[in-house]
């Protein structure tokens, strides 16, 4: 039977924290800003691109001259990709070297960014979207790596500070920007946008991060045998659970084969790791508690992200408004993600707990879902601004509580130690992450297009012909619209459809207020979840002051 983990059983913090000097100022920035720029600027990519490409699905559909189906499967084949290469860059990152891969990655990105709108064939763009998303999918977990092994540990609070906002702004701002693009430029700038921030990226990643040494080549090279297994079954899982509801889950062959597919392939990564274990894969080295519970509190934190991605912009569509129309709602979320960010790296350096940020922010993302159950169906975007304003603090909150308990827990856990354990760590949390994110929003439409049903029953339970007020307001309707029909009848029947309509209307939102409701209970569960992480043994300040000394003494002595 193998040892036992070291890294499950901890020395006292001072040790810990002196270990983490010894060995993060070997690789130390020599230019820290344009490293955190570089970092920050990889989180941001992704989210966008990706919201981007689910924006501008319309036009790309059109641009083409493809169906409905066919338009579903465009987003769905980048996320797969995203997912794909999440759990294969630990194999890649091993064996060739992190920064090696996220140059050559980038690289593709753009060029495949840039010739995106020339491609006219629908099966072509489905393989560039997917190279694209193979090539994105790497910005995530190496970037993150960087950061914690050569970002200065007193930058490192404004890092993950900025990493949050980058990554949650970019959800918001997204429907303004694509909106500008559309009505300004044309609907090609939602992939060139991403083709002239990637060589900004690779840019401050080569001058701000220094190359890390190529990893010493052993007599048995890794099997990449077990990462294909895992990659696939996660990647083709995830394509499952985005196509269910469209394609009516069990009664679908397509999701059907999906689902089991993904699982065989799960299963046998799971077979070929038990018969033979990977050097650069730790799986013992998550299994501990705080990294579980992030876990879950990163899944939760995906899941309510619903609030701007789904349930504002679907409440507002609904009334026929378009992304630009749109925009000045959830863009209030992202307005006070700058301010909000540099406070929360201020407290983190001024030794203020991680959980207390997070139990703040989830607090506040909770009390701005309750507030927008006032919803009725005559609100339009101006009347979110407040609950928005409220909510876009809470997340910034409640991200960069998250993200800077996660690098706590990645530095305190001993991740710095071995490159496998920092990339195990960083592959499952994208994994987890992009797991949040789609599972979240599957089951939030799942859940509103159940709830409509019901309160279309309900509803119309009290609508039937034969009732006076019902009678009634048709009538009236009818004669409003009898000077602009071709008889009675016609009339009439106009009158029918606008009350259908109306009773749909309100349905919808009695559905989208449930939702509302749905993601204040589950941030009310993560608050549970907060208060049963252990609290970690040194702070930021602490470890950037241990991190100083070290580097003195070391400059003394040599």
């Not at 919201?51 to 493809?66: E, N, P, V, Y």
């Not at 294969?88 to 990152?93: A, D, I, K, M, Q």
């Not at 299963?267 to 790791?273: F, G, S």
């Not at 609904?318 to 700058?338: K, M, R, T, Y």
Request: aromatic letters at 12%.
């Amino acid at each position: 039977m193998a040892a036992a983990n070291p890294v499950l059983r901890l020395p006292p913090p001072a040790q810990i924290a002196e270990g983490v000097g010894k060995i993060a100022p070997v690789d130390l920035s020599k230019s820290p800003l344009l490293g955190i720029l570089g970092v920050i600027l990889g989180a941001g990519i992704v989210t966008l691109t990706g919201r981007m490409i689910s924006l501008g699905l319309a036009d790309l559909k059109g641009h083409l001259g493809i169906s409905f189906d066919a338009g579903a499967w465009v987003g769905t084949t980048y996320d797969m990709a995203l997912m794909f290469i999440g759990a294969f860059t630990v194999y890649l990152g091993g064996l060739i070297g992190p920064r090696r891969i996220l140059f050559f990655a980038a690289t593709g990105f753009t060029v495949i960014c840039t010739l995106l709108p020339s491609i006219h064939s629908y099966a072509l763009l489905i393989v560039a979207i997917a190279l694209g998303g193979l090539a994105s999918g790497t910005f995530y977990p190496l970037t993150l790596t960087f950061a914690l092994r050569n970002i200065p540990l007193r930058f490192l609070p404004f890092t993950v500070a900025l990493y949050a906002t980058f990554v949650d702004g970019a959800v918001n701002i997204a429907p303004t920007l694509y909106g500008f693009y559309r009505n300004h430029l044309s609907w090609q700038w939602m992939f060139w946008n991403s083709a002239l921030i990637t060589p900004i990226m690779m840019f401050c990643i080569y001058y701000g991060i220094p190359a890390a040494p190529v990893p010493k080549r052993s007599s048995e090279t890794p099997s990449f045998v077990a990462f294909l297994y895992a990659s696939a079954g996660f990647a083709t899982l995830l394509g499952a659970f985005e196509q269910g509801e469209r394609l009516d889950w069990w009664r679908s062959g397509v999701f059907s084969a999906l689902f089991a597919g993904g699982s065989f392939f799960l299963l046998c990564a799971l077979v070929r790791r038990l018969r033979s274990p990977n050097p650069l894969v730790d799986m013992p080295y998550l299994r501990q508690w705080n990294t579980i519970l992030l876990g879950i509190g990163l899944f939760l934190f995906r899941f309510c992200l619903v609030t701007t991605i789904i349930l504002i912009p679907q409440s507002l569509a609904i009334h026929g408004f378009e992304a630009d129309q749109i925009g000045p709602a959830v863009i209030w979320s992202g307005v006070p993600l700058l301010a909000v960010t540099f406070v929360a790296a201020l407290l983190l350096l001024a030794n203020v707990d991680s959980r207390l940020l997070l139990a703040s922010g989830f607090a506040l993302m909770a009390l701005g879902c309750y507030l927008n159950t006032d919803l009725t169906s005559a609100w339009s975007a101006s009347n979110y601004h407040r609950t928005e304003l409220l909510t876009g603090v809470g997340q910034a909150f409640a991200f960069t509580g998250l993200v800077s308990a996660i690098i706590l827990q990645g530095i305190f856990s001993g991740g710095l130690a071995k490159p496998q354990w920092i990339l195990t760590f960083s592959a499952y949390f994208h994994t987890v992450r992009l797991f949040g994110g789609t599972v979240g929003a599957v089951a939030m439409g799942h859940f509103i297009a159940h709830r409509e049903k019901l309160h279309s029953n309900l509803l119309g339970q009290h609508v039937d012909r034969g009732n006076w007020i019902t009678d009634q307001n048709i009538q009236g309707l009818a004669a409003g619209l009898f000077s602009h029909s071709a008889g009675l009848a016609a009339a009439t029947g106009r009158s029918v459809g606008m009350t259908a309509s109306r009773l749909s209307l309100q349905a919808y939102t009695l559905s989208v207020i449930d939702g509302f409701l749905l993601v204040a209970w589950s941030c009310a569960c993560a608050l549970i979840l907060v208060a049963l992480l252990r609290k970690s043994p040194l702070t930021y300040g602490d470890l950037s002051s241990i991190q100083q000394g070290l580097i003195a003494d070391k400059e003394s002595k040599s």
